[in-house]
């Protein structure tokens, strides 16, 4: 069984930075493609950020410059280092595993809250 088990979230002020984590354990984590995403209350879930298994990241335009993605595959674990953060990056953030070639192989974590202060 797939387990994602997202930590580092909380409070900080606009400005400010946090890295996130995700611990993913049950999967073979070095071939997987991970993601994380965000849901804020009312909006739809939406990627923030992604890295294929050979390292390739992908941004979402609002946090291109300000983000960084990275993996450590002896770790199994996934991060997501914010710096500068916005209000309007106030949303529950969600580890995601996903493996292209297998549809229906995506798993979630139970997601982090981070809030940003103006």
């Known amino acids: 069984q797939v387990q994602l088990v997202e930590s580092g979230g909380g409070l900080v002020q606009a400005g400010g930075s946090l890295r996130l984590s995700c611990a993913a354990s049950?999967?073979?984590?070095?071939?997987?493609?991970m993601g994380w995403y965000r849901q804020a209350p009312g909006k739809q879930r939406e990627l923030v950020a992604s890295?294929?298994?050979?390292?390739?990241?992908n941004y979402a335009d609002s946090v291109k410059g300000r983000f960084t993605i990275s993996r450590d595959n002896a770790k199994n674990t996934v991060y997501l280092q914010m710096t500068s953060l916005k209000p309007e990056d106030t949303a529950v953030y969600y580890c995601?595993?996903?493996?292209?070639?297998?549809?229906?192989?995506?798993?979630w974590g139970q997601g982090t809250q981070v809030t940003v202060s103006s």
């Open positions: 049950g999967t073979t984590f070095r071939i997987n493609a």
């Open positions: 995601n595993a996903k493996r292209p070639t297998i549809p229906g192989y995506n798993y």
């Open positions: 890295i294929s298994s050979a390292g390739s990241t």
